[in-house]
């Protein structure tokens, strides 16, 4: 398990740059429909459904984002170090 970690940390950096790119796509999309929710919509159970799944997507998409932004800072500082 570590050692399939440790490779896929070592790997190609744009695709830990796209799991970044998504996730904060993914976490703006949710902020934006809470700010949406805040003061376009009636106060109706609907409204509370909405807010839920945008809360959702922005946690996801915060998890997916970090995810990413990690990955590439820790590939970065494993390359740092086994370079000669």
């Known amino acids: 398990m570590a050692r399939r970690v440790l490779r896929w940390l070592e790997s190609d950096p744009?695709?830990?740059?796209g799991i970044?790119?998504?996730g904060a796509?993914?976490?703006?999309?949710?902020?934006?429909g809470l700010i949406y929710a805040e003061h376009r919509l009636p106060d109706t159970p609907a409204r509370?459904?909405?807010?839920?799944?945008?809360?959702?997507?922005?946690a996801i998409g915060g998890?997916?984002?970090?995810?990413?932004?990690l990955g590439l800072s820790i590939g970065?500082?494993?390359?740092?170090?086994r370079d000669d």
């Open 25 to 32: 796509i993914l976490l703006m999309l949710g902020l934006c």
């Open 63 to 69: 998890v997916t984002a970090l995810v990413g932004y």
């Open 48 to 58: 509370r459904d909405f807010v839920l799944l945008a809360l959702g997507l922005s």
């Open 20 to 22: 970044f790119a998504v």
């Open 76 to 81: 970065r500082i494993l390359k740092f170090f």
């Open 14 to 17: 744009g695709q830990k740059f």
